[in-house]
């Protein structure tokens, strides 16, 4: 009985492509995210006014986040929805808690 070798031929074939283009996308986000941390860098090292400079390493490290979850931990890929929304729960509920202590604190 001789076995379809031509079937995993294709299917390894494709396998090999899918991780190219997976390790294509993690060395991209890898580059920027130094890129990012090469800007954070420079706006705090520049004379720029902490009014600017906060908001901006902020968004860049929110972006950071992001591309570490879903290039680096593989949340875009199907089996991570229970992690991801234990996740998202979990910065909700940062963001809920960090709200509200500055509220109390500001009133």
């Not at 396998?15 to 920027?32: D, G």
């Not at 490290?61 to 996740?87: D, R, S, T």
């Not at 963001?95 to 009133?107: D, H, K, N, R, S």
Request: hydrophobic share 55%.
């Amino acid at each position: 009985m001789a076995k379809d070798t031509n079937s995993n031929q294709y299917q390894d074939q494709f396998y090999k492509q899918k991780h190219k283009e997976e390790m294509k996308y993690q060395v991209i986000t890898f580059a920027m995210m130094i890129a990012f941390t090469i800007i954070a860098f420079g706006l705090v090292a520049g004379p720029f006014s902490k009014l600017f400079v906060v908001p901006v390493i902020l968004v860049l490290a929110g972006v950071q986040v992001l591309f570490q979850l879903y290039y680096f931990m593989h949340m875009n890929q199907k089996g991570h929805e229970m992690p991801a929304i234990m996740i998202y729960s979990g910065i909700f509920a940062a963001v809920l808690t960090i709200l509200a202590l500055t509220t109390i604190t500001w009133i």
